[in-house]
């Protein structure tokens, strides 16, 4: 059975075919169909040649032993707790997910439920908008199972005092599985909130995660979203991250990818209201043969907004980085600011980056820079190291840190920033 058959299979038994998610589904089920999977004739996917992943062994069902006492020593400590949202196998389990916060500040639902419920109409809105960024098979393939995601909601003036941390747990023991999670935020007026995702790995079978995470932040709300992808080398990963600044707001997102076998970010900044400010750092830590494709987009479309990107990268042994930046500023969008920079070191022979930074500009009142690096270590500061006392792999490891530290430091909750800190120094061979 090809893996097309096991996904028709897998569409022709959703139930819900009949609502208002299941138009949604319908349509996307036939762009997909139309479109089929990115390629290497796809400019864009060009690198990340994500066709080659699927196959027949893939396994699309939910039927899982997971249960609450099972999952429990993968799960955050600490404040980090307080507030847990888990999808198991990409579907989101309520059962096990836990909220701590006030109803009246945050409330977290089915998304099948929010499409008919007092929600629905910004549902209807909202959903599938990432699509117009990335017209292409794999966005529209998670559209098209779409119902089994999950909506967040962070109500008018509250702050959400801990973090919502997003766990993804994807089981692999009995074999290949795919998973494709799907998350709405509205993010309402004058709120704020902090996301964290977190990926997880059981078993040691190859796995393969197509996720599409929207968030719409309206009039001075504040969003930091967080990733750590970190699933180890059998795990393949295509995730879209979509912003939409719908008023005047602030957002900020931090990328970190530490793991994979295939790995594609996309991250995309959509500016539709005047005086907005939004920031997005990255941090890429390869080795092995991994291949992480960064892409980024940011659209400014009104006045007087500003935009700040700064991605880096680290490649060891055989792997790839890459990383391909788009600014846009349309032709009403005066008076804005955006930088972006890419910086990669290459510490294996074999190692390579590919680095992109782009702008089009359509207004001509603007102030905007770009920019990319791509060398080795410091072979000065290196010696230095080595001549007070230090071993090798300590230097290197000391000096990438600090490498690093400029993407770490944009992390504002300590507990988040000291957990991706423990992360990239264990991966460093270093205890900091």
């Not at 060009?46 to 062994?57: E, L, M, Q, S």
């Not at 023991?173 to 964290?196: C, D, H, K, Y």
């Not at 102030?367 to 001549?387: E, I, M, P, R």
């Amino acid at each position: 059975m090809e893996a097309t058959t096991l996904l028709q299979n897998a569409f022709d038994k959703q139930i819900n075919n009949s609502d208002s998610l299941g138009v949604f589904h319908a349509d996307n089920w036939k762009n997909y169909a139309s479109w089929g999977l990115p390629a290497i004739k796809h400019e864009e996917w060009k690198y990340a040649r994500i066709k080659n992943v699927f196959n027949d062994k893939m396994i699309l069902s939910d039927a899982t032993t997971i249960n609450a006492e099972s999952i429990k020593p993968h799960l955050l400590k600490g404040n980090l707790s307080n507030n847990a949202i888990l999808f198991i196998n990409g579907i989101y389990n309520a059962t096990l997910s836990s909220i701590s916060e006030s109803a009246t500040t945050i409330e977290v639902k089915p998304l099948s439920v929010a499409a008919e419920d007092e929600d629905a109409a910004f549902v209807k809105e909202h959903l599938g908008h990432s699509q117009k960024y990335h017209p292409d098979g794999i966005n529209a393939l998670n559209a098209a199972f779409a119902s089994s995601g999950v909506y967040i909601k962070i109500k008018k003036g509250k702050k959400v005092v801990h973090p919502v941390v997003v766990y993804h747990i994807t089981d692999t023991t009995t074999g290949f599985m795919f998973s494709q999670p799907r998350i709405l935020v509205n993010a309402e007026a004058a709120s704020e909130v902090v996301l964290l995702e977190t990926y997880i790995r059981l078993g040691s079978n190859e796995s393969l995660t197509n996720e599409v995470f929207e968030i719409c932040a309206a009039k001075d709300a504040i969003v930091n979203y967080i990733k750590i992808q970190n699933e180890g080398r059998n795990a393949n990963h295509v995730g879209t991250t979509h912003i939409r600044q719908l008023e005047k707001c602030v957002t900020n997102a931090v990328t970190f990818t530490l793991s994979g076998k295939l790995v594609r970010n996309n991250l995309n900044m959509v500016m539709e209201a005047a005086n907005s400010e939004t920031h997005m750092y990255g941090l890429y830590l390869l080795n092995g043969e991994t291949l992480a494709d960064n892409h980024t987009i940011v659209d400014n479309q009104q006045p007087n907004c500003l935009s700040n990107e700064l991605y880096k990268g680290i490649m060891d042994e055989k792997s790839t980085g890459v990383f391909n930046g788009k600014i846009f500023v349309r032709q009403d969008a005066q008076k804005t600011n955006a930088y972006q920079s890419n910086k990669n070191i290459l510490i294996g022979e074999d190692a390579s980056a590919n680095t992109k930074p782009q702008l089009e500009i359509f207004a001509d009142d603007v102030k905007c820079s770009h920019g990319c690096t791509v060398g080795k270590l410091d072979q000065d500061a290196l010696f230095y190291l080595k001549a007070r006392g230090l071993s090798e792999q300590n230097a290197k490891a000391l000096l990438l840190h600090a490498f690093a530290i400029d993407i770490l430091d944009q992390i504002k909750n300590e507990e988040i920033r000291n957990y991706a800190d423990k992360l990239i120094s264990e991966r460093l061979s270093y205890n900091f």
